[in-house]
């Protein structure tokens, strides 16, 4: 198995735009968790899917984020519309039993 | 509320010299704990994990031990190499989810 693949690897745009980060998970893993990585907060978790359904979005930090996981290969992170805040490097993460494997992340920059 | 906390940003060791990386947590549910490795401009690698059921784990040169009385695990890296000079996050796990800290930075000076 190649991994977490996230896409883009990194995306400038600016602020008002629309943003899509992209994850495809590992095979056979039954969580997905996306993300945050910030000096401030650290690897901050904005939400997570258990069989494709998602069970806890409170770390989404306001109504411009959303998440989809329409089946188990693949998922989303949109953010509707970009601000410079939300400048930072986004992980995605797949687990089975608790171990879970990261991406490579992408490092979004909104100007 | 910070349930993982790596209370040292930095640390800086000799190569050769034992590296020891601590992590506190305080919520006492947390029953797997998980260390990764982070390079920049890539995304966390598993490094060594250990069961709420034991009190030591060893992987080559690396060692992590839990003291869930005190609620402290750290991992203890011997000998340290330059290599090892990266991001180091440690992570509690509750029912599948894990809570990071916030990382500590090693550097290995040859």
């Known amino acids: 198995d190649a991994g977490v693949i996230q896409s883009p690897r990194h995306e400038v745009t600016e602020m008002g735009q629309e943003v899509t980060l992209r994850c495809k998970p590992i095979s056979g893993h039954d969580y997905l968790f996306w993300y945050r990585q910030t000096m401030m907060r650290g690897l901050e978790l904005l939400i997570y899917f258990n069989n494709n359904v998602p069970i806890d979005d409170s770390g989404m930090p306001e109504d411009r984020f959303s998440a989809k996981m329409p089946n188990a290969s693949f998922s989303t992170l949109k953010i509707q519309p970009s601000e410079p805040r939300d400048s930072a490097v986004y992980f995605c993460?797949?687990?089975?039993?608790?171990?879970?494997?990261f991406g490579q992340g992408t490092r979004l920059t909104v100007v | 509320d910070q349930q993982v906390k790596q209370n040292s940003p930095s640390l800086s060791v000799q190569e050769g010299r034992i590296s020891i990386l601590n992590c506190d947590y305080t919520n006492s549910m947390f029953d797997y704990f998980l260390w990764y490795k982070k390079y920049p401009a890539e995304g966390p690698t598993f490094l060594i994990s250990?069961?709420?059921?034991?009190d030591k784990n060893e992987d080559g040169r690396f060692t992590v031990f839990l003291n869930k009385s005190a609620k402290h695990l750290s991992l203890h890296i011997v000998p340290s190499q330059p290599g090892d000079s990266a991001v180091y996050f440690c992570?509690?796990?509750?029912?599948?989810?894990?809570?990071f800290g916030r990382g500590t930075s090693l550097i290995v000076h040859p």
């Open positions: 993460a797949s687990s089975f039993r608790g171990k879970a494997f």
């Open positions: 992570a509690a796990t509750r029912s599948y989810i894990p809570t």
């Open positions: 250990i069961s709420s059921i034991k």
